[in-house]
């Protein structure tokens, strides 16, 4: 959606390393991003969501910040591993969704 | 784990004929949403309910798609006629609160 850029595109990661993805946002109101993970020829599903009051949530090996000054959020994978290979959309409380990101862990 | 439940799974049609598509969320959810999903893209809303009232359809091309969630429980997605340009992933979700939201397997819509 236009409201939210996502980078990159695409992301190659060697089994192990960590993956970051970026996405900014345009309006000053959103209070909640949520992040989903699309396997091909399935349902994006929710894997992790952060809302404005806080600026860093945790679930195991996936994080995501938020940075409500320069309007970015990101999501952290660690440890990768080749079932982390999978788009991966983020959003906004508009629910306009980013471009995607295609991730392929390498083993 | 309850889901959300669509039908059909695959839809093929040709252009310029009426095709229909069913929503079945989440026991108690009052937030439904419909989007569709170009191959490569990220899902693009259509229309948002609350109950049966529509709060947001600012994306749905109303000249040929229309949707009605009658008694605010399941719904349907509706486009006629059919163009080429329609051919996607239409995915429906629901959401208890108006943020986490889950979704259904989808309808892969193809116009020939």
């Known amino acids: 959606g236009e409201n939210v850029e996502q980078h990159p595109s695409t992301l190659s990661v060697q089994e192990g390393d960590s993956a970051v993805i970026k996405c900014t946002y345009s309006d000053s109101a959103s209070n909640y991003f949520p992040w989903y993970k699309q396997e091909l020829g399935k349902r994006p599903q929710l894997i992790i969501d952060i809302r404005s009051n806080v600026g860093e949530k945790k679930d195991q090996r996936i994080a995501v910040t938020l940075n409500k000054t320069a309007k970015h959020f990101s999501l952290h994978i660690t440890e990768t591993q080749p079932e982390d290979s999978a788009v991966y959309f983020c959003?906004?409380?508009?629910?306009?969704f980013g471009a995607g990101t295609t991730v392929t862990v390498r083993a | 784990e309850a889901e959300v439940a669509q039908s059909p799974r695959y839809k093929i049609t040709e252009k310029s004929q009426a095709v229909a598509f069913w929503c079945d969320p989440i026991?108690?959810?009052?937030?439904l949403y419909w989007y569709r999903q170009i191959l490569g893209q990220g899902p693009e809303l259509l229309v948002q309910?609350?109950?049966?009232?529509?709060?947001?359809d600012s994306q749905l091309p109303k000249d040929r798609f229309s949707a009605e969630r009658l008694k605010g429980v399941d719904s349907t997605l509706k486009i006629q006629p059919a163009e080429l340009g329609d051919s996607a992933m239409y995915l429906c979700?629901?959401?208890?609160?108006?943020?986490?939201?889950?979704f259904g397997p989808g309808t892969r819509l193809t116009v020939l």
């Open positions: 959003a906004d409380y508009k629910l306009s």
């Open positions: 026991s108690g959810h009052a937030t």
């Open positions: 979700a629901s959401s208890l609160s108006g943020d986490t939201q889950y």
């Open positions: 309910f609350q109950d049966e009232s529509v709060v947001d």
